[in-house]
């Protein structure tokens, strides 16, 4: 059984693709020009795609597979073991990118750019973490 952690993060993760969802709402335009709505987007992909990590490291260690070597092996291992699809493995490793982007402000990333990253990824991440979901559901796991 998962510790009770996973399941908060699960649903840390709905509430910040919710969140995700009312701030790509705005449009581009007024997205780009309000800071707030621009650190808003930042921080709630992070928590969306560290969410997305979370679980599927959980999912790892439960399952008993190898020991991910860094957040794109989590990745690797999911679609290794036919959790999540070859496309989605593609978008996995694209979402971590991203997330190490934001965290470690490698580059600054434009407000219009992001807003096409965040429009981009809210489907794109709730289908990994659906993925994961059913994985876990179908084999009796509860989170």
């Known amino acids: 059984m998962p510790t009770p952690g996973?399941?908060?993060?699960?649903?840390?993760?709905w509430r910040a693709v919710r969140?995700?969802?009312a701030i790509s709402s705005a449009?581009?335009?007024?997205?780009?020009s309000d800071e707030n709505l621009v650190d808003a987007?930042?921080?709630?992909?992070?928590?969306?795609?560290?969410?997305?990590?979370?679980?599927?490291?959980?999912l790892i260690a439960y399952m008993g597979w190898r020991t991910p070597?860094?957040?794109?092996?989590?990745?690797?291992?999911?679609?290794?073991?036919?959790?999540?699809?070859?496309a989605l493995y593609e978008q996995f490793k694209r979402a971590v990118n991203i997330r190490n982007i934001l965290v470690h402000n490698y580059v600054y990333i434009m407000p219009k750019?992001?807003?096409?990253?965040?429009?981009d990824l809210i489907g794109t991440l709730t289908e990994i973490m659906?993925?994961?979901?059913?994985?876990?559901?179908?084999r009796g796991i509860d989170p």
């Open 6 to 13: 996973v399941k908060a993060r699960i649903d840390r993760f």
């Open 27 to 32: 449009g581009e335009e007024r997205f780009a």
């Open 69 to 86: 070597k860094s957040y794109r092996d989590v990745g690797t291992i999911l679609f290794e073991n036919g959790v999540i699809s070859g």
């Open 19 to 21: 969140r995700l969802e």
């Open 113 to 119: 750019d992001l807003y096409a990253t965040i429009k």
């Open 41 to 58: 987007g930042e921080r709630n992909l992070q928590v969306a795609i560290e969410a997305v990590i979370d679980v599927g490291e959980a």
């Open 130 to 138: 659906n993925s994961i979901i059913s994985y876990m559901a179908e």
